[in-house]
Each structure stands twice: as structure tokens, then as C-alpha cells.
């Protein structure tokens, strides 16, 4: 006869060790956070120019929309950075405001514009994935070129102050509507 009473605490500790050492995958979503309620308030409506809006519209079958344009998800990135950046002062292309910018003096800021994303409920998690980090890789791209020609480094080599600076240059103003039923209910 074999005595099997400490099989159970060797048992034990091995799934004790191995839940230890083992690594737990973790999902990662966007970054975006909501600002808080302000309860002091009433809502008012926004009136924005037509020019400072980019509308974005995602449909069912994942066809992507720029003010009713057709466009793809890969374009997405560069007409983002050249509708907020507005290098050549384009009248169909948002409105600049100029302020005194830490570190960078007097400097044309571009905080007029917004980004709408309108998305049906249809639609694939994966393909509003996709617009989303087109949308993210438009300001990156925008927020590197800045770093690299103002502090002779790229974004992620930034330090608070400087990525602080750089937002208030290029700051993320997305909009997203809640996504409509057919009978036209939230």
C-alpha cells in the first residue's frame, strides 16, 4: 500500500507556483477618457463652423465616410493630419487661433477644429478599431513632427512639460455621436 496523503499539498504547491509564474494577458482599449459631469452647468449647444468639422461616418458594411466622401481606413491617418494641421491656411480647412505657447512663444495653435464619428451599431468592433487608431495615428503623426523640429526629438521622447506643450498645439477634440437604431432611438 502507497501512502498518498502528501500528493495532495505537493498538488498544491505546484499550482500555486505555476499561477505565480505565469503571466495573465491583458486587453488593452482605447485611450480615451471622458471628462467629468459638471452637474453646475446647463448643456448648451455647440455651434462650430462648418469649416473646423471633420465628419466621419461609419456604416454597417464598414464604409467609411469623410464629410460624404468615400474614403478608406489607410487614408484616414493623412487626411486627419492635413485637416488639423492646416499648413497652407486653406479657407476649407479649420480655423487657427494665436496664443502665447510655453516653450514655444507666440505660435498658431490649431483648437478650432473637431472630429465627429458617427457610427452604426451594425458595424464590425474591429473595423471602428481601425478608425480609431487612423484617427490617433493623424495626431501622432502631427505631435512627432512638432517634437522633432521644436525639441530635435520625437513624441515619445518628450517629457510631461513638452507632450503638454505639444497638446495644446495639436489637441485632441473628437466627438463621438451615440449610435442610432433604425427607429431613430439612441
Not at 14 to 22: A, R, W
Not at 79 to 98: Q, T
Not at 111 to 135: G, W
Amino acid at each position: 500500500m502507497l501512502d498518498a496523503t502528501s500528493t495532495a499539498d505537493i498538488s498544491f504547491m505546484l499550482l500555486i507556483f505555476f499561477l505565480v509564474t505565469s503571466s495573465m494577458d491583458t486587453d488593452k482599449g482605447l485611450a480615451r477618457q471622458m471628462p467629468p459631469p459638471d452637474e453646475t452647468t446647463e448643456q448648451q449647444d455647440l455651434l462650430v463652423k462648418e469649416r473646423n468639422v471633420m465628419a466621419l461616418q461609419l456604416d454597417a458594411q464598414g464604409r467609411l465616410t469623410c464629410n460624404g466622401d468615400s474614403l478608406s481606413v489607410d487614408d484616414l491617418s493623412e487626411r486627419v493630419a492635413r485637416f488639423v494641421e492646416n499648413a497652407d491656411d486653406d479657407p476649407s480647412l479649420p480655423e487657427k487661433s494665436e496664443r502665447d505657447v510655453h516653450l514655444l512663444g507666440r505660435y498658431r495653435v490649431s483648437d478650432r477644429h473637431l472630429i465627429t464619428m458617427d457610427v452604426s451599431r451594425e458595424t464590425t468592433y474591429d473595423t471602428y478599431f481601425q478608425m480609431q487608431n487612423a484617427v490617433a495615428r493623424g495626431y501622432f503623426s502631427l505631435r512627432d513632427k512638432l517634437a522633432r523640429k521644436h525639441f530635435g526629438h520625437g513624441y515619445l521622447q518628450c517629457d510631461q512639460e513638452q507632450r503638454d506643450v505639444i497638446a495644446i498645439v495639436y489637441p485632441q477634440r473628437i466627438s463621438e455621436m451615440l449610435p442610432q437604431q433604425e427607429g431613430g432611438e439612441p
